[in-house]
């Protein structure tokens, strides 16, 4: 399997320029966000441009914390000036699984997008479309035939998660009006 054809994990986006040197923001899924500097290089895919829809291979050369810790900012190889840096601006930033320090090991949300949820009475609920971070836990969002935004709380709400056949099972009961 070549590294362009290998499993991309979304770790962030570029979300705008800074300065006139090149510099892009970044906007990390990292946890902590600053952790997305650790990876390189990133693949990236933008919306427009000559490579829309393409997973170009993009080396990081710097990667820092602005002054407050309000923005990330990063410098991509062959990126000399803000006008070339505007061509990268909505770009998703991607890793390789196997950039991952366990990547067997660990679960990841990019996982569960895409599992389906059944209820402990084996009821389908729908399919994980996205998480969403609230501070006290994250929640998954399941949209289909029964829609819900259900805790990832394991062993309370969360009965069991088979990344393998993209299931899992939910202590979760369906409202009455449904």
Same mark, same amino acid.
């Given at each position: 399997?070549s590294e362009a054809s290998e499993e991309k994990l979304i770790v962030g986006q570029i979300s705008g320029v800074? @300065?006139?040197?090149? =510099?892009?923001?970044?906007?990390? $899924? ?10 390189? /290089? =990133?693949?990236?895919?933008? /919306?427009?441009?000559? $490579? ?5 291979? !993009?080396?990081? &050369? +710097? @990667?820092? !914390?602005?002054?407050g810790g309000k923005a990330l900012v990063a410098l991509l190889e062959e990126v000399e000036n803000r006008d %070339? ?9 991607? %890793? ?6 366990? /990547?067997? +090991? ?5 996982? &569960?997008? @895409?599992?389906?949820?059944? #209820? ?11 998480? !969403?971070?609230? @501070?006290?836990?994250? *929640? ?5 035939? $029964?829609?819900? &935004? ?8 969360? &009965? ?8 899992? *099972?939910? #202590? =979760? ?6």
């Amino acid at each position: 399997m070549s590294e362009a054809s290998e499993e991309k994990l979304i770790v962030g986006q570029i979300s705008g320029v800074f @300065g006139v040197k090149g =510099w892009v923001k970044i906007f990390s $899924h990292t946890d902590p966000r600053e952790n997305i500097f650790s990876y390189s /290089p =990133w693949w990236v895919r933008c /919306p427009s441009g000559s $490579h829309k829809g393409e997973w170009q291979a !993009v080396t990081l &050369l +710097e @990667g820092k !914390v602005q002054q407050g810790g309000k923005a990330l900012v990063a410098l991509l190889e062959e990126v000399e000036n803000r006008d %070339i840096a505007r061509e990268y601006m909505g770009c998703e930033i991607a %890793i390789n699984r196997s950039q991952l320090e366990n /990547p067997a +090991e660990e679960m990841y949300w990019i996982d &569960l997008i @895409g599992c389906q949820v059944k #209820n402990q009475d084996g009821v389908l609920l729908g399919e994980v479309t996205g998480l !969403v971070e609230t @501070g006290a836990h994250d *929640v998954l969002r399941v949209e289909g035939e $029964h829609p819900d &935004l259900i805790p990832f709380v394991m062993d309370q709400f969360i &009965l069991s998660v088979d990344i393998e056949h993209k299931l899992i *099972v939910v #202590n =979760w009961d369906l409202e009455e009006d449904q």
